[in-house]
C-alpha cells in the first residue's frame, strides 16, 4: 500500500498548482469563460498603479488594504501570473502550517496527513489561489497567529493579529476568544504554555461539563473582573497599534479615499447583486434607500448573539472556537459570496482529529446536504445571471434554504465535536488554586 507523506503531498500539490496556473493563461486566451478571477484583474490593474506612482484606488471596485497592490507590483515587470504564484504559494503555506498545528497538538501523522489533504486536496480551495485570489495569504496568517498563541509568543502573535485585521476586516471577530484564552492559569512569567494532548481528549461527559462550566454565570462574572491582566493588555496594545499603525500610514498617503474604501465600506457594505445571503432581495428591493436603523439592528444581533454564544462556549478549545465562529459570521452576513467559504476551510482540518462524525455516516449527508443546497442555489442564479429570466424571488428561497442547510450542519459538527481546551492549566496556578480551597 502506498502511504503519503508530507513532503509527497505538498509536492503534488505545488506541481498541481503550477500546471492549474499555466492552464488559467491558455483558457483566458483561448475561451470565453475566463479562468482568472476578476478580483486578480482588479489587484494588477491596482498593482501597476502603484509602480506608476498613483493611488491604487483610482482603479474601481479596488477596495483592499494598498498591501495586497504593493505584493503584486512585480505583475508589471516579472509576469503577469506573479500575484497567481504569491496566492498559491500561502494556499501551500497553509497547508504546512495546518500540519505543524496539529503536530503541536499530539495528532498521529497519518491523521495530520489526511487532514492536510482536506486543504490541499480540495477543489476550491487549490482553486482559488491559482485563480487570482487572495484569501489563501489571510489564512496563513491566521494559522500562524494560532500557532504563536501555542508557543506562547504573544508579541508576535499580537502583531500578526493587527496586521491581517488591517488587511481584512473579518478576524476581529477573534479578539473575544484570544482575549478569553490569554488567561493567568495557562500563561505564568518566564514559561511556555502546556498543550493538551490529543491522546489525553476528554469523554462526552467530560466535555459537556467543561462547556458548561465556561458557560456558567460566576465563571463569566470571574473573567471580567479579572479581564485586565498584563498579558491581555499587551496583546491589546501591540494588535492595536500594528492596525492604527498602518492604517494612519496609508491614509497619510492615500487620504479618505483609503479609509472609505478598504475599511469604512466593508463596514456597512450593503451589495444589490444576487449573492448567498438571505438579506440580498430585501437590500436589491431597497437598495436606492438607506436601510433604517431598525433594519440595520434586525441584520446585526443574530450575528453578534451567535457569536457571543460561540465565543463563551468553545473560547478555551480556540481552533474549534474560530472555526464555527467563522461558519456562523458567513451563514448570517448582509453579504456572502463563495469566496467566503475559504475563511472557514482553512480551519477545517483542524478539528477533523476530534470529531466524532464519521464520514461514511452522517459526514457524507451533510456534506451532500450543503453541495445540494448551494448547488440549488447556484442553478436559480445561472437562470437570473446568464438567462435573464426573473427569479429573485426563487433565489431568495434558495438563500433561505442554504442558510438552512449551513444551520444543520454546523450543529452537527458542535454535536460531534470533542471538545478539547488547547491548554492545560500551569502546576504554580493549579497548587495556588488547591492552596485557596484548602
Known amino acids: ?19 492549474l496556473i499555466i492552464y488559467g493563461e491558455w483558457q483566458d486566451t483561448h475561451m470565453e469563460v475566463r479562468y482568472t478571477d476578476v478580483d486578480y484583474l482588479v489587484f494588477s490593474d491596482a498593482a501597476a498603479l502603484v509602480a506608476a506612482g498613483k493611488s491604487p484606488y483610482q482603479r474601481s471596485t479596488y477596495r483592499y488594504s494598498p498591501l495586497i497592490a504593493f505584493l ?132 462526552k461527559s467530560q466535555q459537556t461539563s467543561s462547556c458548561r462550566k465556561l458557560m456558567d454565570p460566576c465563571c463569566i462574572c470571574n473573567f471580567l473582573t479579572s479581564l ?46 444576487h449573492n448567498f445571503s438571505i438579506y440580498f432581495y430585501h437590500i436589491y428591493l431597497h437598495y436606492e434607500h438607506e436601510l433604517s436603523n431598525l433594519e440595520k439592528l434586525v441584520s446585526f444581533l443574530p450575528q453578534i448573539m451567535v457569536q457571543l454564544v460561540l465565543v463563551f462556549r468553545f473560547a478555551q478549545d480556540f481552533p474549534f472556537c474560530f472555526f464555527v ?25 483542524l478539528i477533523l482529529p476530534w470529531t466524532n462524525m464519521k464520514l461514511r455516516g452522517k459526514g457524507l449527508v451533510c456534506i451532500l446536504l450543503w453541495m445540494a443546497a448551494q448547488g440549488h442555489w447556484l442553478l436559480w442564479g445561472y437562470l437570473l445571471e446568464f438567462k435573464g429570466k426573473n427569479v429573485f424571488l426563487q433565489l431568495w428561497v434558495a438563500g433561505l434554504l442554504f442558510l438552512a442547510a449551513n444551520t444543520f450542519v454546523l450543529v452537527n459538527i458542535i454535536q460531534q465535536h470533542t471538545y478539547s481546551p488547547v491548554f492545560q492549566q500551569s502546576s504554580r496556578a493549579a497548587s495556588k488554586q488547591h492552596v485557596k480551597q484548602g
Not at 141 to 147: G, M, N, S, V
Not at 329 to 338: C, E, L, Q, R, S
Request: glycine share 6%; charged share 10%; net charge positive.
Open 1 to 19: 500500500m502506498v502511504t503519503v507523506n508530507l513532503k509527497s503531498l505538498l509536492t503534488f500539490s505545488a506541481f498541481l498548482r503550477v500546471f
Open 72 to 203: 503584486l507590483v512585480p505583475n508589471s515587470f516579472i509576469h503577469p501570473s506573479w500575484g497567481k504564484f504569491i496566492f498559491s504559494a500561502s494556499d501551500l503555506l497553509v497547508g504546512f502550517l495546518i500540519n505543524a498545528i496539529l503536530k503541536l497538538r499530539g495528532v498521529p501523522e497519518k491523521l495530520c496527513t489526511y487532514s492536510v489533504m482536506v486543504w490541499l486536496l480540495n477543489p476550491f480551495t487549490f482553486t482559488i489561489g491559482t485563480r487570482g485570489n487572495c484569501e489563501p495569504i489571510i489564512c496563513a496568517i491566521i494559522l500562524w497567529i494560532i500557532i504563536c498563541l501555542m508557543n506562547g509568543r504573544l508579541v508576535q502573535a499580537a502583531f500578526w493579529y493587527g496586521l491581517v485585521v488591517h488587511v481584512r476586516i473579518y478576524p476581529i471577530i477573534y479578539a473575544l476568544p484570544i482575549i478569553l484564552v490569554l488567561d493567568p492559569v495557562f500563561f505564568q512569567y518566564g514559561t511556555k504554555p502546556a498543550l493538551v494532548n490529543w491522546s489525553s481528549r476528554k469523554s
Open 228 to 273: 485586565f491582566t498584563w498579558r491581555r493588555i499587551m496583546f491589546g496594545l501591540i494588535s492595536g497599534a500594528m492596525f492604527f499603525l498602518l492604517t494612519g500610514f496609508f491614509f497619510f498617503l492615500y487620504g479618505w479615499e483609503f479609509l472609505h474604501e478598504a475599511l469604512l465600506y466593508h463596514l456597512t457594505r450593503t451589495d444589490p447583486r
Open 325 to 349: 465562529q467563522t461558519v456562523a459570521f458567513v451563514a448570517f452576513n448582509k453579504v456572502m459570496t463563495a469566496q467566503y467559504f475559504v475563511w472557514f476551510f482553512c480551519l477545517l482540518p
